[in-house]
């Protein structure tokens, strides 16, 4: 309750401002990294899709965070995570974050409060580091990097490592064992950078206990996907 | 001449009255603020117009008159009018939150003040992103005795980067992603060409240096994308100003874009400068010109020949450009030029950006091999890490004026130092401009290999004012986060930033250090900026004034104008996201009644 | 002395007497043959008629100039602006070969708005073998001076006044001799 009335204020007061010759805009925007189809060498199909809705000033932003794969085979929502982030600026490229997580899938829901970094390393390397704390904490980073072919013609090749600290044999979670994701997508920009459809490839395998917890109930450890989907930004 | 120029300008004045409802009567005038189409043949989009159209009519006043200027909102937002370089009551200044509280949708707003100047200047919404959607048009002031310089017509010649884009959407386009205008990005391909110039270790070495700054070298254009127009027109569109072959022609030159700066030339025609920012100054003739936002420039052309001429305007990133047609007849259309190669910044234009940083690998960045220069040689003088450039007393770094052999015993290098410069190397082919740092990527050459205007040619014609030593000095360092797209002074945003005080009575120097890697043309309302060009009483008289990244420059400004005045970056994106202030100016006659009665005459 | 000697003394001599002579009538603008279109120095004494010229910032007046070919006149030129300026008499194309050389000047600092500066006129004079602007169909005067120029015009020619300090011509100062016979 408090946060949104901090919310409100901030926005209100933006919007409120009486010296429109100075004033500063309020920020706001949807960015969609991805909506694809993801295609598994062994015939499985998923939709997939990550974006943030952001609003805010300079010095902080509220974003919304949604990530998901919908296995469209059997109906089912593999991971659907949404998370509520408050970004402030703490260095000139990086932000700090703080926000919830609630991840609602098939099966049994988890909540975990998010502390984390976001910015801009050297050599133009987008990185996203959160610690999620709760009963069943983990650290996940991940990285990007925007290859220009072309100045439309872009190829991104990214990765992310997820580290569980403790067992969640409910949802397959053996104590450190990490997952990792790596994908490489070629994109091109066909409408400023609003719309840009790609295609890639993306890889996803588990390791150490949560890869033997995956085994033993006949999943696969690792899969390879086709992928084929757009980048949305507005 | 006078006679032919009068009795033109009677006939331009009564077709511009009957053709235009904006002159009532002589001294009053009427404006409406329209939502309109603005139709660039490229792309048309809504925006914001003057009496229905973008750019809007031309205002022409009479030096010493009173004008009254009835301004009423037809749009559904409130909405302003400044008049840019004109020397009037703050309360008339029109910036909404300084000078007043801007005009509310349905208001009609009744500015009143006197005319106390000549020359060419313009007048823009300061509401907003107004302006960049087409809220601007240009103020000719008829000078009540006789020019120094002679025409028998004049054009107004007003640029504009017009954007599919509304400015609100480019703002927040920026604010989520800095680059997302930039494809003038290096790409692998630009890697593997630079590899063969250059080789790949040094190639590696560059990337590695600019990626450690996360800074683009290309980004000199913040904002792509965009269609020049020339008085509303654009390439396709062809703008045409007609002249009679032999007749000298005047060109009032006006930069209103929101971002992109101009590189002007007509190929076959030099251009005589006359005036800059709507002060005389002693004729200069140039072969180019660059024309930074918010300037202004009258030339002089003298087209002897029958035949068209292009107005040629190539944005300073080298991303866009436009050409108008100068003809004896109507239909005659002007080749246009190709654009030049894009300019890369260079390490010399991150000078002041960098304290701390570790210049050691730059050892290895071989300096000679510039995309952008046009011979390749740079001045060999040894270039001292950016920061030492601070202790330097340069008196306005005229080195403009230093030709090419060697002076007999530099009885004209009076007043400056020169420590850390080393001169035998000046000899040379390539002149300096000390307003872009030395070794810069963005200094402009000619097209046609002749002479480009430098701040360091303009002299003031006659000294407003007496030459008198500062009676302070405020730094005023320009900076900002590309990254995040925020914009401030002294690092601190508008929203942020106390007011900048100063005297009535006072002459300020105003010292501003660019410490990021654009170029600022930063313009202070209400009092004239005396540009540091060396010059001393010669200082010409602006009202914008560019710093080129990793320089630093000077101006002075006598305060003779009470009131609160805005001073600001004129990068509308930058000025709307902090590299704002407001200056209020304490003591001072009290005259904040802009009722006729009351203002004395002459 | 032998006779190879008095030779060679009067040789140089000789050449000396012609250089003099020849710097004496020479004109503001490279090339003397154009001594035939341009008209001549005149005489005190031929002067028929006196014609007082002013000049402000960048204009003359009068603008233009009636003359009968072959008559002398006598110019008197006030600068009453408030920069320096020229009153030269010559053809359009002299006056843009002058013009470069005036420019030189301005950037050794010899023409310096609103003055003359003598120390550094000389010193160009000295490394460049001109800067002394002392030709006799023209005058350079600083702001308040007054100048005078004697002129023979000749038979047939398009002549100009104009001042070349750098962009003067450009902006208009420049007036045309109409040449009655």
Not at chain 2, 143 to 169: C, M, W
């Amino acid at each position: 309750m408090k946060h949104t009335l901090i919310w409100v204020g901030l926005i209100g007061s933006a919007i409120l401002s009486t010296s429109p010759s100075s004033a500063e805009s309020l920020i706001w925007g949807v960015q969609v990294e991805q909506l694809e189809h993801r295609y598994n060498d062994n015939g499985s199909n998923a939709i997939a899709w990550d974006g943030d809705a952001i609003v805010g000033t300079d010095e902080l932003k509220f974003v919304l965070r949604s990530e998901g794969e919908f296995e469209t085979d059997g109906d089912v929502m593999e991971t659907l995570e949404t998370q509520a982030r408050l970004q402030k600026p703490i260095s000139t490229f990086f932000d700090a974050v703080v926000g919830v997580r609630a991840d609602t899938p098939e099966g049994p829901d988890r909540f975990h409060g998010v502390v984390g970094v976001k910015g801009l390393a050297p050599q133009w390397f987008e990185v996203d580091a959160d610690l999620y704390l709760s009963e069943h904490p983990s650290f996940r980073v991940e990285a990007e990097y925007e290859a220009l072919i072309t100045n439309r013609l872009i190829l991104t090749p990214s990765i992310e490592v997820d580290i569980p600290f403790t067992d969640d044999r409910e949802i397959e979670i053996g104590a450190w064992g990490p997952k990792l994701e790596v994908g490489a997508r070629l994109s091109y920009d066909v409408l400023d950078r609003s719309i840009a459809p790609y295609v890639g490839v993306h890889y996803e395998r588990t390791f150490g206990e949560t890869r033997d917890i995956a085994l033993e109930d006949g999943k696969e450890g690792d899969a390879l996907f086709f992928v084929t989907g757009i980048r949305l930004m507005y | 001449m006078i006679r032919n120029t009068l009795v033109f300008a009677g006939l331009f004045g009564l077709s511009v009255s009957v053709l235009n409802p904006a002159v009532a009567e002589a001294g009053e005038y009427n404006l409406t603020v329209d939502r309109i189409t603005i139709d660039t043949g490229e792309f048309t989009r809504s925006g914001i117009g003057y009496n229905g159209a973008s750019p809007g009519p031309v205002l022409r006043f009479k030096e010493g008159e009173d004008v009254t200027i009835n301004v009423t909102n037809n749009l559904s937002e409130p909405t302003s009018i400044h008049w840019h370089g004109l020397i009037l009551p703050f309360d008339q200044d029109g910036v909404p939150g300084i000078s007043y509280d801007g005009i509310a949708p349905g208001e009609t707003f009744t500015y009143r003040f006197p005319i106390v100047q000549n020359g060419t200047y313009w007048f823009h919404s300061h509401s907003g992103f107004q302006e960049p959607d087409g809220a601007y048009g240009a103020i000719a002031i008829e000078n009540a005795k006789r020019e120094p310089f002679r025409y028998d017509r004049e054009h107004v010649i007003q640029l504009t980067d017009a954007h599919p884009h509304s400015g609100d959407r480019v703002m927040r386009n920026l604010k989520m992603s800095a680059d997302y205008y930039n494809r003038q990005q290096q790409t692998i391909g630009d890697f593997f060409s630079d590899s063969k110039k250059m080789g790949f270790g040094a190639t590696l070495n560059d990337r590695l240096a600019w990626g450690n700054m996360r800074m683009m070298k290309n980004d000199i254009e913040d904002v792509q994308g965009f269609t020049p127009l020339i008085n509303g027109q654009s390439t396709q569109q062809n703008w045409t100003g007609l002249f009679e072959p032999g007749e000298r022609v005047r060109l009032r030159l006006i930069n209103s874009s929101a971002m992109a700066y101009f590189d002007i030339r007509i190929p076959g025609l030099k251009m005589t400068v006359v005036q800059a920012d709507g002060n005389n100054v002693q004729p200069v003739t140039v072969d180019e010109l660059r024309i930074a936002v918010a300037e202004t420039y009258d030339v002089i052309v003298h087209p002897k020949e029958d035949q068209a001429y292009a107005v040629f305007a190539e944005s300073m990133g080298r991303t866009a450009s436009v050409r108008g047609t100068l003809a004896p007849r109507e239909g005659m259309i002007a080749d246009v030029p190709e654009l030049r190669e894009d300019p890369a910044l260079t390490m010399a234009d991150m000078g002041m950006a960098h304290e701390g940083m570790d210049h050691g690998n730059m050892g290895t960045m071989d300096h000679s091999n510039m995309p952008a220069m046009e011979n390749g040689s740079m001045p060999s003088h040894t270039m001292p890490d950016g920061t030492a450039m601070k202790g330097m007393k340069h008196e306005g770094m005229n080195h403009g004026a230093m030709p090419s052999h060697t002076m007999p015993n530099g009885t004209a290098m009076k007043g400056m130092t020169h420590e850390g410069m080393n001169h035998g190397a000046m000899a040379m082919g390539t002149s300096e401009d000390s307003f872009y740092a030395p070794g810069s990527g963005l200094k402009p050459t000619a097209a046609n290999g002749g002479k480009f205007l430098s701040y360091s040619d303009l002299r003031a014609q006659k000294p407003l004012y007496e030459d008198r030593e500062a009676t302070r000095e405020i730094e005023l360092r320009l900076t900002g986060n590309m990254e995040r797209y925020i914009w401030s002074i002294n690092d601190v945003k508008m929203s942020d930033a106390e007011p900048i005080v100063l005297k009535y009575g006072e002459r300020v120097r105003f010292k501003f250090v660019n410490e990021t890697m654009m170029s600022h043309p930063m313009h202070l309302h209400g009092m004239w900026s005396i540009l540091d060009t060396g010059k001393g009483k010669w200082d010409p008289i602006k009202h914008v004034v560019n710093v080129s990244p990793g320089t630093t420059a000077y101006m002075e400004t006598e305060v003779d104008a009470p009131g609160q005045w805005a001073f600001h970056c004129h990068l509308s994106y930058h000025a709307d996201s902090g590299m704002f202030r407001k200056v209020v100016v304490e003591g001072g006659p009290q005259s904040t009644d802009a009722d006729f009665g009351n203002v004395s005459g002459g | 002395m032998t006779k190879q000697t008095t030779k060679r003394a009067a040789f140089a001599a000789a050449f000396a007497m012609a250089f003099m002579v020849s710097t004496n009538f020479a004109i503001a603008s490279p090339g003397h043959s154009a001594k035939k279109n341009v008209g001549e120095p005149g005489k005190s004494s031929d002067v028929t008629r006196t014609i007082n010229v002013k000049m402000y910032d960048n204009y003359y007046e009068p603008e233009n100039i009636s003359a009968k070919e072959g008559e002398t006149v006598k110019f008197v030129v006030t600068n009453a602006g408030e920069l320096v300026h020229e009153f030269n008499i010559a053809t359009g194309e002299m006056h843009k070969a002058h013009q470069p050389e005036m420019m030189m000047m301005q950037e050794h600092g010899v023409l310096d708005g609103d003055r003359i500066n003598m120390e550094a006129a000389k010193a160009m004079q000295a490394s460049m073998g001109h800067g002394m602007h002392n030709d006799p169909n023209s005058v350079l005067l600083e702001p308040g001076k007054t100048g005078e120029v004697i002129w023979k015009f000749p038979e047939h020619a398009e002549l100009e006044f104009a001042c070349n300090v750098p962009g003067h011509y450009d902006a208009g100062m420049v007036g045309k001799f109409k040449l009655t016979h």
